[in-house]
Structures are given as C-alpha cells and as structure tokens.
C-alpha cells in the first residue's frame, strides 16, 4: 500500500499543444488531490520535422496525490502547419490531423485514453483538444505527451503560448503566475532536393543542350564539381535564380552513345547544412559522328521535319433559319523548327481558300512562329461538316493537318468546335530511336461546353480515350469549355521514322466535334553534307582565242594580198 | 599606180579593222553592256556603306537577304537553294546573285551558313566572285536580313578544296559560334569535266 501511495498515482491530463501566434492557451488541472502541476517551459516543447511533425508537451508533477485532468484546452493549427487533407472538420470538439497521441512517463506507465487521429483540420482553424493521459508514476515524475503526425509536413516556427494550473476546485493546485511563452523552432532537418533536365535529348554535331537543375530549396555550395556528365563538358553555372539553375551542356566530338545522364552529386547542403540528396538527369543520346555517304562525298546528316497546325472556325456556326452564305477562317501556324514551303490548303466543298495576311516578308514560306489566316466563303443549304488538309514541305518532310467543322443548317443549334495540338519533345531521334513524348492540347475554340471528351493517338497508347477528371477542367463539370486547356502527354518508343495521328472528339447537342493533330519523328533520317557547289565557267582565255585567231587570220591574209599587189 | 595600191591597201586596213571590232564585240570581249549585274564597285561607296552599318543594330538572325562585301565590292541578293540531283549544293541563277543553302544553318545561327557564287560567266560577263580570294583576314562580310538586320562575319581564313574533296567542316561545324563560309571556283578550267580544278571556300566568323 505504501508503494500504492507512492507509485500509484493517477493524472488526467489534458493536452494542449501547438497554438501560434499567442492564441491558443491550454489548462491543467488538478483532480482529486494536493500538489502543483506545472508545465515546464519551452526546453521541453519540440517540434522535429524529420520524421514528421511532431510536437511534445513535457509536464512536470512536482508533488505527489494531484491528478490532472483535461479542460478541452483550445488552440490553433499554426501556419505553416500542412495537413494531409485541408478540409476544416465539423467536428472541432476533437483532435486532429493524421497522427496519434502518446504519453509516457519516466518512472510509471502512461496510458493514452482519447487519442482521437486521423480528424483533419485546416491551417488557422480553431479547434479544440480532448486527449486525456493516465499516467501511473513516481513522484516527482516527468510525463511526457507528444502528438506525432504521420505525414512528413513542413512546419513552420511559431509560438505556443501555455495557460496552466487552474484549480477549479479539485485540490490545492498551484497556478502557474502567468502562461509560460514556449517558442518553438521548426528545425529545418529536410534534405535538399534537386531535379536535372535537360531541353535536348538526343545531341547531334554541333548541338549543347541547356541542362537545369531545380532545387527544392535554395542550395548552398553547389558548384560545377558536383555535376558529373557523361562524354561531354557542363560550362558555367548560371545561378541567378539560386533555386532553377542552368548550365550548358557540350558532347564530345565524334562519339556515339545512347546512354547517358547527368548526375549531380551530394556534396552540398540547403542553409542549415541538411546534406543534398542528388539525382539523375533523363536519359540522352548522343551521335557526333560521321559517316561517309554512299555517294556524292559527303557526310550524312539528319533532317527535321517541319510541324504545322491548322485551327478552322466557320462563321456563322449555325444557320437556324435556313441556307445561306459561310465563311470558313483558318489559322495555319508553323508551331515546329523549321520554314515550311510549298504550303497548300486544300478544302473539300469550300474554294478558294486565299491567304488573307500573315506572310508579311512575302516570301511564301511559312516561318517558325509566323501565323497565317487563310479564309474562304461558301453558301450551305444543308447541315455541312467541312474538312481542310493543309500540307507543307521542310528538308524533304511534309507536314499535314486536317481541320473540320460543322455547320447547322435549319435547326437552333449550335455545333461543337474542339482543336487538338500535338508536339514531340524532339523531331529527330538518331538511330536506332528512342523515347517521344507527345504533349496534346486540347481545346474548344467553339461557343459551347465539349462533353464525352476523348483522346487517342494511332501509334501512342498511353492516352486516356475518354477524359475523367483533368486538373485543367477548371469549374469540376466534365466538360471542357473554350476556357479550359487540356493537356496531355504520351511517351512511345520509336525505331523508325513514324507519323502518327493524333484524335480528339467531344460532344454538344447531339453532336460530335473531332479534330486531328499529326506529327513527324525522324530516326536517323539522313541527307548528305552536299559537295561543293559547282559555279564556275570556262575563264575569259577560253573565249578569247576564237576571236584572236580569227583576227590573226584575217590579217594575214590582208598582209598577203597587199604583198602579192605590189608585187605584180 | 602606186597612189592607186596604197588607196586599195588602206580601203583593206579600215574594213579589215571595222570586221575585228565587230567580231570584239560579238565575242564580248569588249562590251559596254556586260558590265556586271551585280552591286559592283561603282555602285558601293565602302564609307556610307559602313557608316550605315554603324547605325543598325546587330540582332539575331532572319532569313538573309543579300550579301556585302566592301572590300571587294560586293552587294548581291541571295537566293536559296538546296541540292542538286548529284548532291551537290545548288547555285545561284546567274552571275549577280549569291545562293545560301537553305538546308543548313541560317547566317547568324550557331553553326556554318553556307552561301556560294559564281566566278566568270559565259562571254566573260563579270560574276560575283571574282575576286573573292581577295578577301583577307580580318575582312568584314555583311549579311542583311529580311527584317532589315544586319549581321556581321570577319573573315578568318581561306582554302582551297577539290571539288570532290570532304567538305564536312564547310557545312558543319560543332564550337556553338556562328559562321559565314562563303564558296566560288577557283584553279584551272578542267575541259573534261567542264568545272575549275578546285573550290575556293571562305571561312568568316559572327563579329
């Protein structure tokens, strides 16, 4: 029994913790017996990012026969705190957040009788705390009560401001003359992180490619000997974003190799000296190398084929009251590397389509980043779906686009318009290929919301087919309105030089609008480096002696005749 | 009868003189007309010209639109062409214009422009380079573009190639810096295969 009187204690506790700046407050308090609670000061309250956010109370019982109790002490999520899921809770009556409470005590055994978890609250929300500890210890004891999360969340530093002791009645409790002020100091113990890309995966004679390293935070004593390339050179590190850093990659001459990557290392820190956890770039290809050609003595290198996209907009969309006059405008647009000649524009029910601007140097050939309009009017005395096929020409490559639209004839109803753009990462791959990524844009430049909206390629298969759910889909409706973008991606291996078609389709009022994108990959599509030209002609010598001789001649035979005269 | 003789002979001299200089201009080797269709020497004044060039700004690259060279008085348009059927780059149309390879890299990108001329012509009209291996070391080359810009190239060496040699550093090259190399025929006229001995190619470096 004696050792019952001094061990078996029972406390109640009530747990506080976190609060910021200076609102929050908690109570403790004494239950059915004699002596102080208190709780000890900021020492004792931490915050350890490394694992998760963690915070921990230590309360100090300096006298024995007192058991504390909870008071449903309030306090506030502080800034910077990062819930797994925002959403404030109805619930406030009850903690919090996706972890679970503990208590322990250094002499007796602790027992956690609410550990209310897996609430979730939002950062500022007010809420209040109901976790009640009983602890059987030794006196005096220390009694440790933590709240560990589960998720690794950032934690900023704030402050807890801890009101305590409020005897209400239970036993001589000796009140804390004022709330302690505990700071708390978020130690900054996550790793620095860092991603290499690279904008040129596949490097060709006479090609670098920029190389960008994006930190996580900003780094310190990261420098050009932490990065480690392969069968190249990485020039001078331009760190005036300290966060996106960039530098210029340089391949070695005359090599061939399919498999390479950056990697940077782990000899530097963020500002509180956490070591760096490095990475690898993608992976890149390299040819710097000749070969000879089969002819024409020269050397082969690749050509890039061009890309266009066509956007075509009828005007009116609809003809509610019957047959009349349209006009189709399209927008042709060099959206690849190099100029595209030789363009034509060939409609199935609507002609002429003449250029009505955007040449502006005239010179025919569809520049990079140079947008053409196109228009061409026609009468409909029917509802019409019209199809255009653009074709233009680059280094011996076409590129081809197709544009359709619909318009109603005799009915209200306004047709769907969807447009879907398709770009590679890269336009040439050396042989034997490798990896595309196609990036498809999809989007409504029509007056009515596309429903069923679905995306596929012919020789991609990553594509969803029928969208769900794109983060683009701004209001959450499903429905992809002239507003909203949606984006897209599919990576595919390629071995050989592959066109592929890309398809979008959406719906409104009963009809379908569909679009296609299509876009060349070359793989180790080569030409010759040309002989030299031939521009020269016969040199003036070549001439001259015709009209010498011939004069000589003839003034020979003058001299003869003059001699022979006076002779007679 | 003597006067009689030297009146005939004298008659023979100024017929046969007026015949000589008729066939002189039938074969061009004296002809007022052929003057050279090119932007000649009479036609740069080589100070306005680079106080001109002073005044532009040097921005980036468009497609090129002529080609000047002071130091040998040179003003041409340029034309783009690709290859031949026998894979040869392709030339310009006459004896006035300059042709870029419009395959290749753009003046004022990184890499080798490439653009060619004729040097001589049929009935010996002047062509535009025929005094390209005039060009020197430090000799400026202008490549007006078609925004109006204007790009500057100094030229840093010359040679001489065979007409079927390698001519992978004309057209390529891999130090990221922007070239101008600028081709014309140059040694003896080959009757055989109807084309110069060899290819003189000037190398230029972006200023």
């Known amino acids: 029994m004696k050792n019952l009187k001094k061990i078996c204690l029972f406390f109640v506790f009530t747990t506080l913790v976190l609060v910021s700046s200076f609102t929050g407050y908690q109570t403790v308090q004494a239950v059915g017996g004699q002596g102080t609670a208190t709780i000890d000061g900021a020492a004792n309250v931490t915050v350890d990012q490394a694992t998760s956010h963690k915070f921990t109370v230590v309360l100090t019982i300096g006298t024995s026969g007192i058991t504390a109790d909870a008071q449903n002490p309030t306090f506030t999520i502080p800034a910077g705190f990062t819930a797994p899921d925002a959403t404030p809770v109805a619930n406030a009556g009850l903690v919090v957040a996706d972890g679970d409470w503990s208590v322990s005590a250094a002499g007796g055994i602790c027992t956690v009788e609410n550990p209310t978890a897996g609430l979730t609250v939002a950062v500022g929300q007010l809420i209040t705390v109901d976790v009640t500890t009983t602890c059987t210890v030794a006196v005096p004891d220390t009694i440790t009560l933590t709240y560990q999360g589960q998720s690794a969340s950032a934690m900023a530093a704030t402050a807890l401001v801890i009101a305590t002791a409020d005897d209400i009645g239970w036993g001589a409790v000796t009140p804390i003359a004022a709330p302690p002020t505990i700071t708390v100091i978020a130690t900054d113990v996550t790793a620095p992180t860092v991603t290499v890309t690279m904008d040129d995966a596949a490097l060709n004679i006479g090609d670098t490619s920029l190389v960008t390293f994006t930190f996580s935070e900003t780094p310190v004593g990261f420098t050009t000997a932490d990065v480690t390339v392969a069968n190249g050179s990485i020039g001078a590190i331009d760190a005036s974003n300290p966060l996106v850093q960039t530098a210029t990659y340089t391949p070695t001459n005359s090599i061939t190799d399919a498999t390479n990557v950056i990697s940077v290392g782990t000899a530097w820190t963020d500002a509180a000296l956490n070591t760096g956890v490095g990475d690898d770039s993608p992976n890149y290809t390299i040819d710097t190398t000749t070969s000879a050609s089969s002819g024409g003595g020269g050397q082969f290198i690749s050509l890039v084929p061009p890309l266009i996209d066509v956007v075509k907009i009828p005007n009116p969309l609809s003809l509610p009251a019957g047959g009349g006059p349209v006009t189709y405008t399209y927008t042709l647009s060099n959206i690849g590397t190099v100029p595209v000649t030789n363009i034509t524009m060939v409609g199935d029910t609507c002609n002429p389509i003449a250029l009505a601007s955007g040449d502006n140097n005239n010179n025919a050939i569809l520049d990079v980043n140079e947008i053409w309009t196109h228009r061409c009017s026609t009468t409909l005395s029917a509802t019409h779906t019209n199809i255009v096929t653009t074709t233009g020409w680059a280094n011996g490559i076409s590129a081809v686009d197709i544009a359709n639209a619909t318009v109603v004839v005799g009915l209200p109803v306004v047709p769907p318009l969807i447009h879907v753009v398709k770009k590679p990462n890269i336009f040439v791959l050396p042989a034997p290929g490798g990896t595309v990524t196609y990036t498809y844009t999809v989007t409504n430049p029509g007056t009515v919301p596309l429903s069923n909206v679905n995306i596929t390629d012919n020789k991609c298969t990553g594509l969803p087919g029928r969208v769900l759910g794109h983060p683009g889909d701004l209001n959450k409706n499903s429905l992809l309105e002239n507003n909203e973008t949606w984006s897209f991606t599919c990576q595919t291996n390629l071995t050989q030089t592959t066109t592929n078609t890309g398809t979008a389709t959406g719906d409104a009022n009963n009809l379908t609008a569909t679009d296609f994108a299509l876009a060349t990959v070359v793989v180790n599509t080569s030409t010759v480096v040309p002989s030299l030209p031939k521009t020269g002609f016969p040199p003036k010598e070549e001439n001259i002696p015709i009209v010498v001789f011939l004069s000589i001649f003839m003034f020979s035979s003058l001299l003869c005749i003059v001699w022979k005269q006076q002779n007679v | ?207």
Request: proline share 5%.
């Open chain 2, 1 to 207: 009868m003597q006067p009689k003789i030297s009146l005939i002979w004298s008659w023979f001299i100024v017929v046969i003189t007026g015949i000589m200089f008729y066939l002189l201009i039938v074969f061009g080797i004296y002809s007022p007309q052929n003057t050279p269709k090119v932007k000649s020497a009479e036609s740069i004044n080589s100070l306005e010209f680079l106080e001109n060039i002073a005044s532009l700004d040097q921005i980036s690259s468009g497609l090129p639109i002529r080609l000047i060279i002071p130091k040998i008085f040179i003003k041409a348009n340029v034309e783009y062409v690709g290859l031949t059927p026998s894979g040869a780059m392709d030339v310009p149309k006459g004896p006035a214009e300059v042709a870029w390879y419009s395959l290749g890299t753009r003046p004022g990108e990184k890499g080798n422009a490439v653009i060619a001329g004729h040097s001589g012509w049929r009935n010996n009209i002047p062509a535009v380079f025929d005094n390209l291996h005039k060009l020197r070391k430090g000799d400026k080359i202008y490549i007006e573009g078609e925004k109006g810009e204007i790009l500057t190239f100094i030229v840093r060496e010359s040679k001489t190639y065979k007409p079927k040699a390698n001519a992978y550093d004309v057209f390529i090259s891999n130090d990221g810096l922007a070239h101008l190399n600028l081709i014309t025929c140059t040694g003896f006229w080959n009757k055989i295969a109807k084309t110069h001995s060899d290819r003189l190619v000037v190398f230029a470096d972006r200023e």
